[in-house]
């Protein structure tokens, strides 16, 4: 059985459908990468499986449950962490405070905190500072803490690379990769050579529909599925 399930997802924004066509299958353990261009509708799916918006008609099954009805506080309550484009951290507060207002009991679990210090150390340095002044790349790596300061199933991480300078997302690329041996995680990506490091499973998107899903090794290996979906994402 996969962790997510995703079928015939449609989602309509006002009056504008969206996604026509979303049917994935995300199974438990390492990083899934959807990857797609520009509006092609990969934060909608996101924020279609967050609940955020309603997806109708279509299904979204997390371990054999239907969340599709379920309000975005209970789906998070359910195991899922969405790490949004804009990070969702709080600039005037601290790094302490934005992982404490993440926390379902106002404490840290310890040995989850120290996980975190190892795998972004730079949380550690900058622990008392106010979240505005980080880099790009330690705002993203406090909005992901903030997604692992509990256990979850799965996170749910959208273009966590863009902007950042290329030896950032290498740091990135590493601690997703640890990231992922006990939690799944289902990477929204632009970035290709960032995606095919991680990914084990991918799916491309275009214009609402998924147009190709399989592993990310075949994908790698065939050029031409590549050039032809790609460049769909150039
Ligand atoms: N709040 C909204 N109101 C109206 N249209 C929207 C809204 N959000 C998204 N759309 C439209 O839905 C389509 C898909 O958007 P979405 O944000 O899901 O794309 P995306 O794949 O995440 O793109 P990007 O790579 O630019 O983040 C786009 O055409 C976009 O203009
Ligand atoms: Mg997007």
């Keep these: 059985m996969s962790l997510l399930s995703i079928t015939r997802m449609q989602t309509n924004i006002g009056q504008y459908a969206v996604l026509h066509d979303v049917t994935l299958e995300v199974p438990e353990g390492g990083v899934f990468v959807l990857l797609g261009r520009n509006g092609a509708g990969k934060t909608t799916t ?4 967050m609940g955020m918006w309603r997806p ?31 990070m969702g951290i709080f600039g005037s507060l601290t790094v302490e405070e934005n ?4 926390t379902k009991s106002g404490q840290f679990d310890q040995t ?11 949380i550690e340095k900058f622990w008392t500072k106010q979240a505005w002044s980080l880099s790009g790349g330690q705002k993203q790596m406090l909005s992901v803490a903030r997604a692992i300061i509990e256990p979850r199933d799965l996170i749910l991480i959208d273009e966590p690379t863009k902007g950042l300078a290329p030896s950032i997302v290498d740091a990135m690329a590493d601690a997703f990769a640890e990231i ?15 995606a095919k490091r991680l990914g084990r499973d ?7 529909r998924i147009v190709h899903a399989g592993t990310m090794a075949d994908f790698v290996a065939d050029q031409d599925l590549q050039d032809r979906l790609l460049s769909l994402s150039a």
Aim: a negative charge; glycine letters at 6%; proline letters at 4%.
């Design 46 to 49: 996101l924020r279609s499986i």
């Design 56 to 86: 109708s008609p279509g299904s979204v099954i997390l371990r054999g449950q239907d969340i599709t009805a379920l309000h975005t506080a209970d789906i998070a309550q359910l195991g899922i962490a969405f790490v949004p484009e804009d």
């Design 99 to 102: 992982l404490i207002l993440a």
């Design 112 to 122: 989850r905190l120290q996980r975190i210090y190892t795998l972004f150390p730079a």
């Design 180 to 194: 992922a041996e006990t939690t799944t995680i289902l990477l929204v990506e632009q970035n290709f050579q960032f």
């Design 202 to 208: 991918m799916a491309v998107i275009d214009d609402g």
